[in-house]
């Protein structure tokens, strides 16, 4: 491509300020403006002349239709098209988007979940400009980002807690950031940059693996003699099918203003990532949304499939999506980065400690926030963090927070000196903080990186627990230090008594060993190591306490959503039990009973030309194709039977419980038998691509 055109195509399908600003006359440019900075709804007075401005500017850009854009509780997004069109009452039409189309919107919502918070009879839901984020155009349609809410006003999507999770951080940071005199800081805002990890196969091999078409996962598949073992992969050249498909990817990202960086091989074959420079959560979220989409269309159009599940592959890598996470004053100075003068270094400990108390007091909630069917089988693997949550500070950091709890001097070159109480530190150099990678939650030079979050999963879950939980601990922080006589006392005693009483949560080893999970024990840190494990957790009285008191669910969002998590693993673990029953009768079994027959034949074929000639070999092969192909039959049938039975059962927890230890732990057992026959069958009598086939396929 041209490369200058670049900065002009960047965000050209958005229409953001630059957008704005030519197509708004000034008044209500600036009206809207005012509107974003303060997250105030629209005046509705001004709306018709927005709406005006965004269609003019959308159909210049060859858009047809326009339709809300959301994030309801499947985890992806949603959205309605209605095309601009409307009757001119002279047999033609006029291209019409008034203001009440763009605030509000009313789809039939009763499709979709909403955990008990929406009777079928009261099916209305609503969607809702959310002018903080930019509108855009994606195929032809101008996408206006909403939240979604019922009819009784609860939230129905991601966007909407998400939204009021900032708020609450916001208003507790801002109580911290004035006990420390800053006066010119009006707002605060957390800054997120998701690391996407996402496998690339052929479609010929994709389409031909039901599994991986209606599960996004491999049931089965015996490992392929060379898998990752080697590390070659990793960061490797790329493919000329996957560097194309990288820059289609780009440039579509770019159109969209989306800050798509840093593309490469992961460790797995065939995994690749994408990492964007980081933006404001709200925005990172919108955007993440997009770029798993159009990574599965820019995918489909170079003959390949992009997979974003968690674990496509047993043997292999799964695909995780780092959510870098961070703290920012609308003055440009990143809460969790040390400052040039030792007032800003005590107040980075400050929030460095809140983040500590929040994440060991809240180890639940961290671990809920990434809880799902698919995530389970990534956490605690080998290449993911266990399911065990703690934090990695690295050495610099951990000295100075043991002489702070020791109430000593961290002395080495680039000291931290204690002046007047107040803290002295170093910058950290990158090196120190980015050596542990097997950490769930690491501190890496100025930011936190939530490892645990799937590759499939929304960022909004983990970013609103986030939020939540450090605003909690900031608003106590601010309760005892508002009080202070002595406010700089007050600071080191609070920072000093945070640490020697949380510190438990932070470990610097490595997390993947086995001595961790005892050590954890012992430390008597939470290890929730399935999604059912920590599912009750999210309706605990406390963490209803929690989440009221700072307005981010009400109690009944809180218990709707935990329905819709105990349904979705349910709904997965069904759909992943018939697909893998479709596969055994209508499959498998056959081509094991076609390879008997064949086996059979030549031995009789052999008697026949000649009594006494060796035939051990398809004996031995006969015998244990007919014992394979028995307990996969039988162990089939029971396997149907129990999914019978989870799904007669009333309680929908009690049945989460018997879909995790009787289907989870069933299709573990199938998959053994068939790995076993896939080995012995020659791949010519194989019904389907292998994994070599799969990992294997561009090229
Ligand atoms: P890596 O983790 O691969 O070594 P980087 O540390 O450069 O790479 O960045 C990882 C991600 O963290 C990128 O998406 C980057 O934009 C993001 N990031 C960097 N600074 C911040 C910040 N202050 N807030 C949120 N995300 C950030
Ligand atoms: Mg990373």
């Given at each position: 491509?041209?490369?200058?055109?670049?900065?002009?195509?960047?965000?050209s399908?958005?229409?953001?300020?630059?957008?704005?600003?030519?197509?708004?006359?000034?008044?209500?440019?600036?009206a809207?403006?005012?509107?974003?900075?303060?997250?105030?709804?629209?005046?509705?007075?001004?709306?018709g002349?927005?709406?005006?401005?965004?269609?003019?500017?959308?159909?210049?850009?060859?858009a047809?239709?326009?339709?809300?854009?959301?994030?309801?509780?499947?985890?992806?997004?949603?959205?309605?098209?209605?095309?601009?069109?409307?009757?001119?009452?002279?047999?033609?039409?006029?291209?019409?988007?008034?203001?009440?189309?763009?605030?509000?919107?009313?789809?039939?919502?009763?499709?979709?979940?909403?955990?008990?918070?929406?009777?079928?009879?009261?099916?209305?839901?609503?969607?809702?400009?959310d002018?903080?984020?930019?509108?855009?155009?994606?195929?032809?349609t101008?996408?206006?980002?909403?939240?979604?809410?019922?009819?009784?006003?609860?939230?129905?999507?991601?966007?909407?807690?998400?939204?009021?999770?900032?708020?609450?951080?916001?208003?507790?940071?801002?109580?911290?950031?004035?006990?420390?005199?800053?006066?010119?800081?009006?707002?605060?805002?957390?800054?997120?940059?998701?690391?996407?990890?996402y496998?690339?196969?052929?479609?010929s091999?994709?389409r031909?693996?039901?599994?991986?078409?209606?599960?996004?996962?491999?049931?089965?598949?015996a490992?392929?003699?060379?898998g990752?073992?080697?590390?070659?992969?990793?960061?490797?050249?790329?493919?000329?099918?996957?560097?194309?498909?990288?820059?289609?990817?780009?440039?579509?990202?770019?159109?969209?203003?989306?800050?798509?960086?840093?593309?490469?091989?992961?460790?797995?074959?065939?995994?690749?990532?994408?990492?964007?420079?980081?933006?404001?959560?709200?925005?990172?979220?919108?955007?993440?949304?997009?770029?798993?989409?159009?990574?599965?269309?820019?995918?489909?159009?170079?003959?390949?499939?992009?997979?974003?599940?968690?674990k496509?592959?047993?043997?292999?890598?799964?695909?995780?999506?780092?959510?870098?996470?961070?703290?920012?004053?609308?003055?440009g100075?990143?809460?969790?980065?040390?400052?040039?003068?030792?007032?800003?270094?005590?107040?980075f400990?400050?929030?460095?400690?809140?983040?500590?108390?929040?994440?060991?007091?809240?180890?639940?909630?961290?671990?809920?926030?990434?809880?799902?069917?698919?995530?389970?089988?990534?956490?605690?693997?080998?290449?993911?963090?266990?399911?065990?949550?703690?934090?990695?500070?690295?050495?610099?950091?951990?000295?100075?927070?043991?002489?702070?709890?020791?109430?000593?001097?961290?002395?080495?070159?680039?000291?931290?000196?204690?002046?007047?109480?107040?803290?002295?530190?170093?910058?950290?150099?990158?090196?120190?903080?980015?050596?542990?990678?097997?950490?769930?939650?690491?501190?890496?030079?100025?930011?936190?990186?939530?490892?645990?979050?799937g590759?499939?999963?929304?960022?909004?879950?983990?970013?609103?627990?986030?939020?939540?939980?450090?605003?909690?601990?900031?608003a106590?922080?601010?309760?005892?230090?508002?009080n202070?006589?002595?406010?700089?006392?007050?600071?080191?005693?609070?920072?000093?008594?945070?640490?020697?009483?949380?510190?438990?949560?932070?470990?610097?080893?490595?997390?993947?060993?086995?001595?961790?999970?005892?050590?954890?024990?012992?430390?008597?840190?939470?290890?929730?190591?399935?999604?059912?494990?920590?599912?009750?957790?999210?309706?605990?009285?406390?963490?209803?306490?929690?989440?009221?008191r700072?307005?981010?669910?009400?109690?009944?969002?809180?218990?709707?959503?935990?329905?819709?998590?105990?349904?979705?693993?349910?709904?997965?673990?069904?759909?992943?039990?018939?697909?893998?029953?479709?596969?055994?009768?209508?499959?498998?079994?056959?081509?094991?009973?076609?390879?008997?027959?064949?086996?059979?034949?030549?031995?009789?074929?052999?008697r026949?030309?000649?009594?006494?000639?060796p035939?051990?070999?398809?004996?031995?092969?006969?015998?244990?194709?007919?014992?394979?192909?028995?307990?996969?039959?039988?162990?089939?049938?029971?396997?149907?039977?129990?999914?019978?039975?989870?799904?007669?059962?009333k309680?929908?927890?009690?049945q989460?419980?018997?879909?995790?230890?009787?289907?989870?732990?069933?299709?573990?057992?199938?998959?053994?038998?068939?790995?076993?026959?896939?080995?012995?069958?020659?791949a010519?009598?194989?019904?389907?691509?292998?994994?070599?086939?799969?990992?294997?396929?561009?090229?």
């Amino acid at each position: 491509m041209n490369t200058r055109r670049i900065p002009e195509l960047f965000g050209s399908m958005v229409f953001n300020d630059k957008a704005m600003r030519a197509y708004l006359p000034e008044e209500t440019y600036l009206a809207l403006k005012r509107t974003i900075k303060n997250g105030k709804s629209l005046d509705k007075t001004i709306a018709g002349t927005v709406a005006a401005a965004m269609r003019d500017w959308a159909l210049e850009r060859g858009a047809t239709h326009f339709t809300h854009w959301f994030q309801p509780m499947t985890g992806i997004t949603a959205e309605k098209h209605d095309s601009f069109i409307t009757p001119d009452n002279a047999d033609g039409i006029l291209m019409e988007f008034s203001g009440k189309e763009l605030i509000k919107g009313e789809p039939d919502a009763s499709s979709f979940p909403h955990g008990g918070l929406r009777a079928t009879f009261e099916a209305r839901g609503y969607t809702a400009w959310d002018p903080t984020a930019y509108a855009f155009i994606k195929d032809e349609t101008l996408c206006i980002p909403t939240v979604f809410y019922s009819y009784g006003g609860e939230a129905l999507d991601k966007k909407t807690p998400l939204l009021r999770s900032e708020e609450a951080l916001n208003r507790q940071a801002m109580r911290i950031i004035r006990l420390f005199g800053n006066e010119d800081v009006t707002k605060t805002q957390t800054t997120v940059g998701p690391e996407q990890e996402y496998f690339l196969i052929d479609e010929s091999v994709y389409r031909a693996r039901k599994d991986l078409v209606l599960c996004g996962r491999t049931l089965f598949g015996a490992m392929p003699p060379k898998g990752q073992e080697m590390d070659d992969h990793y960061f490797g050249t790329l493919k000329p099918r996957v560097n194309a498909f990288m820059k289609d990817l780009d440039e579509e990202l770019w159109k969209l203003g989306i800050y798509a960086r840093t593309e490469h091989n992961e460790a797995a074959p065939a995994q690749h990532e994408l990492a964007p420079i980081y933006s404001r959560t709200n925005t990172a979220t919108d955007h993440n949304q997009l770029t798993m989409e159009l990574m599965k269309k820019v995918a489909a159009r170079h003959g390949m499939a992009c997979l974003l599940h968690e674990k496509p592959f047993y043997g292999v890598n799964g695909s995780g999506k780092h959510n870098n996470w961070s703290i920012s004053t609308n003055t440009g100075v990143n809460l969790l980065e040390p400052g040039d003068s030792p007032q800003e270094n005590t107040q980075f400990l400050l929030f460095l400690a809140a983040v500590i108390k929040a994440v060991d007091e809240h180890q639940d909630l961290m671990r809920f926030s990434i809880a799902s069917a698919g995530n389970d089988h990534r956490l605690g693997g080998n290449e993911a963090p266990p399911a065990i949550v703690s934090m990695f500070l690295g050495d610099d950091l951990n000295a100075i927070l043991l002489a702070i709890e020791e109430g000593t001097v961290y002395a080495p070159e680039n000291a931290m000196v204690m002046k007047g109480g107040v803290h002295t530190l170093p910058r950290f150099s990158r090196d120190a903080t980015d050596r542990n990678r097997t950490s769930p939650f690491a501190f890496t030079n100025n930011k936190f990186e939530f490892r645990m979050p799937g590759a499939s999963a929304s960022i909004a879950d983990p970013n609103i627990i986030l939020n939540t939980i450090i605003a909690d601990t900031l608003a106590q922080f601010a309760d005892f230090l508002e009080n202070a006589e002595d406010l700089n006392e007050a600071l080191q005693q609070l920072i000093q008594n945070t640490i020697k009483k949380h510190k438990r949560i932070i470990f610097n080893g490595n997390n993947y060993s086995s001595e961790w999970v005892e050590e954890a024990e012992r430390r008597g840190l939470l290890n929730l190591p399935t999604t059912m494990d920590v599912l009750p957790y999210f309706v605990s009285p406390e963490n209803i306490e929690l989440f009221t008191r700072h307005k981010v669910f009400t109690a009944e969002e809180m218990r709707s959503r935990y329905e819709i998590m105990v349904e979705n693993y349910c709904k997965t673990l069904q759909i992943e039990a018939r697909t893998l029953i479709d596969m055994i009768k209508s499959d498998i079994l056959p081509s094991a009973f076609r390879e008997e027959q064949q086996v059979a034949n030549t031995l009789l074929k052999k008697r026949e030309a000649l009594s006494g000639l060796p035939s051990k070999a398809e004996e031995s092969l006969l015998r244990q194709l007919a014992d394979l192909a028995d307990r996969l039959h039988s162990g089939c049938f029971h396997f149907e039977k129990n999914l019978q039975k989870a799904q007669n059962i009333k309680d929908f927890y009690e049945q989460g419980l018997y879909y995790r230890d009787h289907i989870f732990t069933g299709l573990q057992e199938l998959r053994g038998i068939i790995d076993e026959m896939e080995t012995i069958i020659p791949a010519e009598n194989w019904p389907f691509p292998t994994y070599y086939d799969l990992l294997f396929s561009v090229h």
